[in-house]
C-alpha cells in the first residue's frame, strides 16, 4: 500500500529515529510499503520518517529503469562503519523537498552494515549513487536533509517554496 510522503518543513522530518526491535510482520508490511510508495514517486530512496514512522528503517533502489534488474533493498537499523577519504558530489534531491535539486559532497564510499528482512546481518560496501543515496537516507533517519548542507539563504529560499506548495496543496 501507498502511504504519504511527508513535505519539508514537518517537525516529524527533524527527529532522530529510533531503532527497530526485532523484524515483525508489521515492519515488512512497512518495508513494502516504503519501496511501492518509492517506485510510485518515482524516487531512489525512501526513509520510513518521510512516511511519518520514526523508525530507523530505509528503502533504495538506485539501478535506473532500462538500466538492468531492480534491486529493491531494505534496511533496518542501517549503521555507516567507514567512510572513504575521496569524496563525490552529486546533485541531490528528495521526496520530501519535490523537484528541488543541489550538488551535496559527501564520501565516495561507505560500508554499511544493517539488517535485512529476515533479521540477518548485512555488510556491503557502496559507490557513486549507491553510497550517496544511503547517506542521504541514513541522514533522515537522524533528522538531517540534504538541505541542512547548503548554505542559509539557499536552504531558506528552498523551504519558502516548499512552505508555499504545501500551502496550494492544503487548499486544493
Ligand atoms: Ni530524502
Redesign the pocket.
Known sequence: MKRPILIHPDPRLKKVCVPVPDISDDLRVLADDMLETMYAAPGI???AP?VGILQRVIAMDCIKEGEGDARPLVMFNPEIVESSEETNVYEE?????PEQYAEVTRPKEVQVKWMDRDGNEQSETFDGLWATCVQ??ID?LNGK??IDYLKPLKRQMITRKMQKLKRERARD
Open positions: 530512496g525512501l526513509a518521510q534531491g528528495c521526496l520530501s523537498i542521504h537516507e533522515h536533509l540534504f
